[in-house]
């Protein structure tokens, strides 16, 4: 069965480091997202992008967060630096088009 | 603004009854809605959806109705099972894709 992958599964960083997240999605999706889900909340979306382009990234605090999928596939997720209350789980998501999203195990961030 | 409420941050329900789970919405534009299932350390699954010109989608134990004047979408998983232990997301999205998401209700069945 077709599944979003991430990696890694958790990380453990201290304020001011830079992290970083990858997203391989289901093959064949174009639509690719980014949310951050904080704990007691649901998904809140960083960043969504259409094959290569970005499409939305209204929400993505851009002074410390950046996001690329440069063929068009794959994507990451970076943060430089690190603050305390970016402490969340990360996750990445797929969609043929714009219809219902599949979502992959997510990264658990941690930052101390 | 929070234009998805899930009001009800917790539900327990007896085996083999029916579990209800309820959202709220305010953004007209909506024109897609679902349901997503989440297990503690693991990522949102997809369960179920339903257009806005539809009031009800069903999909073996899962029903979803949709009111559109009462901009109020439920969800009923009967008969409830313990497996469907989980927190529960409502979710609201629009013909460009962003899918706004409700708080999230933690259904808890006991045996």
């Known amino acids: 069965e077709a599944e979003v992958a991430q990696s890694p599964r958790y990380k453990i960083t201290e304020k001011s480091q830079a992290v970083a997240f990858w997203c391989d999605p289901i093959?064949?999706?174009?639509?690719l997202y980014w949310y951050r889900q904080i704990l007691g909340q649901g998904p809140e979306l960083l960043v969504q992008?259409?094959?290569?382009?970005?499409?939305?990234d209204s929400q993505l605090p851009k002074d410390r967060f950046s996001a690329e999928r440069l063929k068009g596939v794959d994507s990451t997720l970076k943060i430089q630096p690190a603050e305390l209350g970016d402490s969340a789980m990360y996750l990445c998501?797929?969609?043929?088009?714009?219809?219902?999203?599949?979502f992959g195990p997510g990264t658990r961030l941690t930052v101390l | 603004d929070q234009q998805v409420k899930q009001n009800s941050p917790s539900l327990s329900v007896q085996e083999g009854r029916i579990s209800i789970l309820n959202c709220d919405y305010t953004?007209?534009?909506?024109?897609?809605f679902l349901w997503y299932k989440k297990y503690p350390a693991e990522g949102p699954t997809f369960l179920i959806s339903?257009?806005?010109?539809?009031d009800k989608n069903e999909d073996g134990r899962f029903t979803v109705f949709l009111n559109k004047s009462a901009k109020h979408l439920s969800l009923h998983i009967v008969p409830s099972q313990p497996g469907d232990s989980a927190v529960y997301f409502c979710?609201?999205?629009?013909?460009?894709?962003?899918?706004?998401f409700g708080q999230g209700t933690i259904l808890t069945v006991h045996p």
């Open positions: 998501a797929s969609s043929l088009g714009t219809g219902s999203q599949f």
């Open positions: 093959s064949g999706h174009a639509t």
């Open positions: 992008f259409q094959d290569e382009s970005v499409v939305d």
């Open positions: 953004n007209s534009m909506f024109d897609y």
């Open positions: 339903i257009s806005s010109i539809k």
């Open positions: 979710a609201a999205g629009t013909s460009y894709g962003k899918l706004t």
